[in-house]
Nanobody, 123 residues
Framework: QVQLVESGGGLVQAGGSLRLSCAAS????????VGWVRQAPGKEREFVAA????????YYADSVKGRFTISRDNAKNTVYLQMNSLKPEDPAVYYC????????????????WGQGTQVTVSS
């Protein structure tokens, strides 16, 4: 069992940066791939980025590639999402999610979810 808690959301101007954190509990967290997923009002959940359990592999949605960076520190049971050059289309609730094994890009394949953190971008 893995529990996830996100933090770091807030209000930022367009072009600015935020770093989201996902703190996990559970002895097996180090064997889970972790993804960030976002959901804007009235829209479906959208895959953003994912990282393998070892941290050696990452994958990004085209919409954030080059602007967002996912990383993890297994010693701290924490996954990060560094978001730079934020755009007006980035606001959403950002969730971290975990699944045993390899990276998944489908939001339906994640087993464990945090409660989400709100990101707002002002123009």
């Amino acid at each position: 069992q893995v529990q996830l808690v996100e933090s770091g959301g807030g209000l930022v101007q367009a072009g600015g940066s935020l770093r989201l954190s996902c703190a996990a509990s559970g002895r097996t967290f180090g064997r889970h791939a972790v993804g960030w997923v976002r959901q804007a009002p009235g829209k479906e959940r959208e895959f953003v980025a994912a990282i393998s359990w070892s941290g050696t592999s990452t994958y990004y949605a085209d919409s954030v590639k080059g602007r967002f960076t996912i990383s993890r520190d297994n010693a701290k049971n924490t996954v990060y999402l560094q978001m730079n050059s934020l755009k007006p289309e980035d606001p959403a609730v950002y969730y971290c999610a975990a699944v045993p094994g390899v990276i998944r890009t489908s939001t339906y394949e994640y087993n464990y979810w945090g409660q989400g953190t709100q990101v707002t971008v002002s123009s």
